[in-house]
């Protein structure tokens, strides 16, 4: 019988039929199987999951968007241990993520109560870059991830945990790090591997910088 229907036609290319040996499989149809299952490919889906980015469950959320119950408002008020601070700069401090997608993910943000990236005047712009910058080269030099993902969700809707209070993710990747890392996320031991991580970014970070003793409110 005309097995795999290879019956060379007009013009039919004679390189890129399947070999003589696939003949004498008695699937035809296996072939072509792996095409039938879902939508085509695509190469892009997995590279960018700023869903994951939030606060799981909306832990620490406000109640409402008022500066008062803002958590990113009260943060910069409390030593850096206790908030998991990492840096403060003039406009702009960094602090670790309660709820991390990955180790060592950062977030940089205004001291200032705003939720939107056009509401930052350039000052807080400048400083939110250079700081995301230097984000990226202490956590190269402490733990030397392969890659990043940046970037600010704007919105419950676009996955802002706290939408009152703009905030710039900063995600080490290393390969393979989505298989395994949100189990570890859901771990005991987390507090304390945060404060580890704290630690070990505060000290990698450039300074001593005399603006770190200011306290912006
Ligand atoms: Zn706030």
Redesign the pocket.
Known sequence: MDVNGTTPGPGAPTGSAPGPSSADQDQPESADDASAFGPAQDHYQRLWNPHRMVYVGGQGK?ADGS?LR?????IPQGDDEQGLVVARGERCYVVLNLYPYNSGHMMVLPY???SDYTDLDDAETAELAAMTQTAMRTTRAAYAPAGFNLGINQGEVAGAG?A??LHQHVVPRWPGDSNFLPVVAQTKSLPELLADTRRRLAEAWPGPDPRTAHRHT
């Open positions: 406000p500066e803002c958590p990113f408002c009260r200032r109560h705003v706290i009152a209070h």
